[in-house]
């Protein structure tokens, strides 16, 4: 838990392809996505350094339609070049994400524990599905 509240304090480097812009913990963006989940968000949770992919972002991708619930969410883990090839335009700067810490750390100990896939493609492609 400790190292999330250190990761609070801690800028995110890595610009997004499209707008220049570098990942800050809290920030919600709109993201590349199929017809119909326009409305869908992805929420920037944690962030570390990785072996292979540089830095991985935790996520929670909101308002998933193909889950038949409004509210139906994912947190996952994503590399930096996925979430760049996947932002479109950044929505909120600094969303409290304190209910979402302990999920980021469970996330963080499935990393730790080679238990966590990282998604290397862009969330659209992540969530491809037929509807």
Do not use: C, K
Not at 31 to 50: D, F, N, P, V
Not at 55 to 64: D, F, Q, S
Not at 78 to 85: M, T
């Amino acid at each position: 838990m400790a190292r999330i509240i250190v990761l609070l304090s801690v800028l995110i480097a890595g610009a997004a392809q499209a707008t220049g812009q570098t990942f800050h913990l809290g920030e919600r963006w709109s993201y590349r996505t199929y017809a119909g989940a326009e409305e869908s968000s992805l929420l920037i949770l944690g962030a570390r350094e990785h072996p292979v992919h540089e830095r991985v972002y935790v996520v929670r991708v909101n308002n998933l339609i193909h889950f038949d619930a409004p509210e139906a969410a994912a947190t996952f883990v994503v590399s930096e070049n996925a979430l760049r090839d996947s932002v479109i335009e950044r929505i909120e700067d600094s969303v409290d994400i304190t209910p979402f810490l302990e999920s980021v750390e469970n996330i963080y100990d499935h990393l730790d524990n080679n238990r966590a896939r990282i998604f290397d493609t862009s969330i659209l492609d992540a969530f491809s599905v037929d509807i």
